[in-house]
């Protein structure tokens, strides 16, 4: 099965089996498999042969590109590391269970830095309009330390980059299940960074952090937006919250470019968190976030991955449809999956894919106009965001 081919669009796509270097070990939830398959699936739905589509393989970046956002004794500790992976560096966070250390480190984490890198290289010079680096997403990794399965932040260098080729304010909307702290982190004190995550409650999920009163640094209060969903929050309640806050601050904000990260362990399979979001949910939060990027700053629009580990079931699905949905292909939750990929996976990892690209969820919710509910803990956790930052932005948090 391919899509019909739709209208030309500056789409460029990070992918390069050389990504697939990215690898913690067998036992470790971050397998490459998860992108080797969504690279088979975007091959196999047609999506990177439309017209517009680019797909360039990632540049791995230099290290003077990575110190624009991590430290430069960081840097050194990935490569010492990278040459010597028996030892541990429990100060910058490598050598851990979740961040075990591996031949090739180095490079291979700066190879997915590079694709967001390259991403927003392209937006900034208009080879490209929108750009997808599925291998990318590393939200965890902080200036000078690694975390939650992240070595560098390659969402955080391409935001980095945008400032630097010209762009006065970056907006970055965050959907993984986990708080996107190392992004938030980085640009902390920087005004011309919104940063808005919406995640799993920390009282329930790593990293424990990410609650409505962390708002940003001196002379950036208001840059940082933060939404903890309750713990095992479903569709309705992360659309709702989601529009609820995003569109408003958005467009007070007024970025010149959107970069998102799709992790899509929201997802109701996923093994390491508690939300129960559908692929259908999220697809509409990519339609959402592209339409703000169209609405707001001409579409420019860099989107990442991230997390996200039922690595057959789940994953290559979300992020088909995100690269569909970036080059505005006519795909959707109702697409039957193509039957080669469905049995390449079943013969690959004894498994039956789903037959369709999204789960048949039924994805009704209460938009936020229709008020404000404070026996509801959903309510509770949007409104003490918007009581927290809706006011630095020249917003009403009870009406607009």
Not at 171 to 181: I, Q, S
Request: aromatic share 8%.
């Amino acid at each position: 099965m391919s899509t019909h081919t739709g209208p030309a669009v500056p789409l460029q796509v990070a992918w390069d089996e050389a990504m697939l270097a990215y690898d913690f070990g067998l036992q470790h939830p971050m397998n490459p498999e998860r992108l080797h398959l969504t690279a088979r699936l975007l091959g196999d739905s047609g999506l990177l042969d439309l017209d517009g589509v680019r797909v360039v393989a990632p540049s791995v970046a230099s290290d003077e590109d990575l110190a624009t956002v991590h430290s430069e004794d960081y840097i050194r500790a990935v490569r010492d590391l990278s040459w010597n992976p028996d030892r541990s560096d429990a100060a910058h966070g490598i050598g851990t269970e979740d961040n075990p250390a591996f031949s090739g480190m180095h490079e291979a984490s700066a190879r997915l830095a590079g694709g967001s890198l390259d991403a927003a290289d392209a937006l900034m010079s208009g080879r490209a309009v929108r750009a997808v680096n599925f291998g990318g997403g590393m939200h965890h990794a902080a200036r000078s330390r690694a975390s939650g399965f992240c070595i560098y932040n390659d969402a955080a260098a391409s935001i980095q980059r945008l400032l630097d080729r010209g762009a006065q304010r970056v907006l970055y909307v965050d959907v993984d299940a986990h708080h996107g702290d190392g992004t938030e982190s980085i640009f902390w004190d920087d005004p011309r960074v919104l940063t808005i995550s919406l995640h799993e409650t920390g009282m329930s999920l790593f990293p424990g952090t990410g609650f409505a009163n962390e708002i940003g640094g001196p002379g950036a209060e208001g840059s940082a937006v933060n939404v903890a969903l309750p713990t095992t929050a479903g569709d309705a309640a992360l659309l709702r919250a989601f529009h609820a806050v995003v569109p408003q601050l958005a467009g007070a904000f007024a970025p010149d470019v959107v970069v998102s990260q799709h992790g899509c362990d929201s997802h109701r399979e996923d093994p390491l968190t508690n939300l129960r979001v559908s692929i259908d949910a999220q697809h509409i939060l990519m339609l959402a976030v592209r339409d703000l990027a169209d609405r707001l700053c001409g579409g420019r629009w860099i989107a990442t991955g991230g997390g996200g580990y039922a690595l057959a079931s789940v994953v290559p699905r979300s992020w088909t449809l995100l690269v569909a949905v970036a080059a505005g292909a006519p795909m959707g939750p109702a697409t039957p999956v193509p039957a080669a990929w469905r049995d390449y996976v079943l013969e690959r990892h004894g498994v039956d894919a789903p037959p369709l690209m999204g789960d048949g969820a039924d994805t009704w919710w209460r938009s936020w106009e229709i008020g404000y509910d404070p026996d509801d803990e959903l309510d509770r956790t949007v409104m003490a965001t918007r009581k927290a930052v809706f006011p630095l932005h020249g917003l009403d948090p009870w009406f607009d």
